[in-house]
């Protein structure tokens, strides 16, 4: 079962970008997650690609969504 674990830091002197949560999206739902957190509201954020975004929770928290093996698997090069 997977779960998600929020850790609470001082992020006085880090920079937003290196302090979110990655969550791994599994390979079968890798061509609809993207377009599926739109359909809910979500706002996904400017770049990355079909398998590797980021976005705002609605809470306006960030996070960022990712492939495992998007960048080194061949069979996942048109999610690139």
């Known amino acids: 079962m997977p779960h998600i674990c929020l850790i609470e830091i001082n992020t006085e002197n880090i920079p937003r970008s290196l ?31 079909m398998a590797h975004f980021k976005f705002l929770d609605l809470d ?14 061949p069979q996942y090069e048109d999610l690139r």
């Open 19 to 49: 302090t979110h949560p990655v969550i791994a999206i599994a390979a079968e739902q890798a061509r609809n997650c993207r377009e599926n957190l739109q359909k809910m509201g979500v706002e996904i954020l400017d770049g990355g690609n």
């Open 60 to 73: 306006g928290n960030l996070l960022e969504a990712f492939l495992p093996s998007l960048y080194e698997d």
